[in-house]
């Protein structure tokens, strides 16, 4: 396999003095006589060599481990070296000093993935994951990533794909006959075929926002009337005190968020300000940030209590769709009551008392499982995948209603071949050079 590049480029991966190992990795087509220098001989392809690290004029720089991975069995798929010595920040630094003299540059940020995206190691949606395991906050997360680096998610979007362009020639092969008699666009099949492919879009929409929240860590705005309990219910959830807790209402101001990890997964608390009309200009600022926080949760949190529980549903009103919503029933220790988990119009209560403890566990179970902890098969995903995964939605859609509604086949085949485009954006069989810069900036040098 050819390679995308011509330069060498050479980045440290990894090391610290408390570690004890440095990483120094190079690839491209110099990578070979680098090695050669540095070693005093060619490299046997995956041996680990010991060698002495010199200058050119042979003053000792380091002594460690040399490998050497030929094209196109490699990373990257161009020749690999990778020095590891000690993990002096100093030593790593005369080393990679040493490396660009000999023919290399450094490496931009993610430049190593990218050129494995570039040489066909990996897909886009594969290398994504590469960042997310490196920026994992749990090991839920971290499991997560590695089965999409490993071609999980990957996998699910291909075989949606060649569904997909089955279709596609279901009905463009229907449209190249328009002078049968026999109106091929009415076939029952087709419709079992979008039907089916709408089905399992969904379902793999659904598993990606969960990845998705495996990744980011589930987004939760804790709200309510003033004085009802929330910033003590934070402090309850993220085990610290984080939150002033008065028995005066509008003690919060402002949104307060405190990152909690559950067995594993990553929550992102937000404690909102009571939500009432104010005269303090102070206060009404607070209101109209926790207004906003509400936009941008994953799950919606109504503190309330028993007396006021059917009023304060009306503060769920102005929630967008698609945003999950918890009503949380607090003080029973106050009330007398028990905890307890009911569905009622839809919507789950729960039933429990932030300054007791009372409830908490079963409260802490119920985010663990909305934010995908327990479930077989998960992988990583992004917000990109997510847009990408909704657009298909909506050509699916549209193509539906054109072959119900009209018979309109050349209508329809191209909604599927915009569907099969928005599909493709995820592994980048479809993307631009601007997507893939703004994926790639964000990974850390030496990946």
């Excluded at 509604?405 to 085949?413: D, I, K, W």
Aim: a negative charge.
């Amino acid at each position: 396999m050819s390679t995308v590049a011509t330069d060498t480029i050479a980045a440290i991966a990894s090391g610290t003095a408390a570690a004890g190992v440095g990483v120094l990795r190079v690839s491209g087509p110099a990578a070979p006589a680098i090695a050669q220098v540095l070693l005093g001989r060619a490299p046997a392809p995956r041996h680990a060599h010991f060698a002495a690290f010199r200058e050119a004029d042979g003053t000792l720089i380091d002594r460690g481990l040399l490998l050497y991975f030929p094209a196109p069995a490699s990373y990257t798929g161009e020749h690999v070296l990778e020095l590891q010595g000690h993990g002096s920040p100093v030593l790593l630094d005369a080393l990679l000093r040493r490396v660009c003299a000999l023919g290399a540059r450094l490496a931009r940020p993610g430049e190593f993935t990218e050129r494995a995206f570039l040489n066909g190691k990996l897909d886009l949606a594969q290398a994504e994951a590469v960042a997310d395991l490196v920026a994992a906050r749990s090991q839920t997360a971290a499991r997560a990533a590695l089965a999409s680096m490993e071609g999980a998610f990957s996998r699910r979007v291909e075989a949606l794909l060649q569904a997909l362009i089955a279709l596609r020639v279901h009905i463009e092969a229907a449209i190249d006959f328009p002078e049968e008699e026999i109106d091929f666009l009415a076939d029952p099949a087709i419709t079992r075929q979008l039907d089916a492919l709408r089905t399992r879009l969904a379902e793999l929409l659904r598993e990606a926002q969960r990845g998705l929240r495996l990744t980011d860590g589930l987004k939760v705005a804790i709200v309510g009337r003033p004085n009802t309990g929330k910033s003590s219910l934070l402090n309850a959830l993220a085990g610290s005190e984080r939150a002033i807790v008065t028995d005066i209402a509008g003690t919060t101001r402002d949104v307060l968020r405190e990152s909690v990890n559950l067995d594993g997964i990553a929550l992102e608390l937000a404690d909102t300000a009571g939500l009432r009309e104010s005269a303090d200009p102070v206060e009404r600022e607070g209101v109209r940030r926790a207004r906003g926080e509400l936009q941008r949760a994953d799950v919606v949190l109504l503190v309330t209590d028993a007396s006021h529980a059917a009023a304060d549903l009306a503060l769920l009103a102005e929630l967008p769709p698609g945003i999950e919503r918890r009503v949380l029933v607090n003080k029973i220790d106050v009330d007398g009551a028990s905890p307890q988990h009911e569905l009622r119009d839809g919507l789950d209560w729960l039933w429990l008392s932030a300054r007791t403890g009372a409830g908490l566990a079963a409260l802490s179970d119920h985010l663990k499982r909305l934010a995908g902890h327990g479930g077989e098969g998960a992988f990583s995903a992004r917000r990109r995948h997510i847009l990408a995964l909704e657009r298909v939605g909506e050509h699916l859609d549209t193509a539906a209603d054109m072959l119900a509604a009209t018979r309109a086949g050349e209508l329809a085949a191209e909604e599927l071949r915009q569907a099969q485009q928005a599909l493709g954006e995820i592994t980048g069989a479809y993307s631009s050079d601007d997507l893939l810069g703004a994926i790639f900036s964000s990974f850390c040098i030496g990946k």
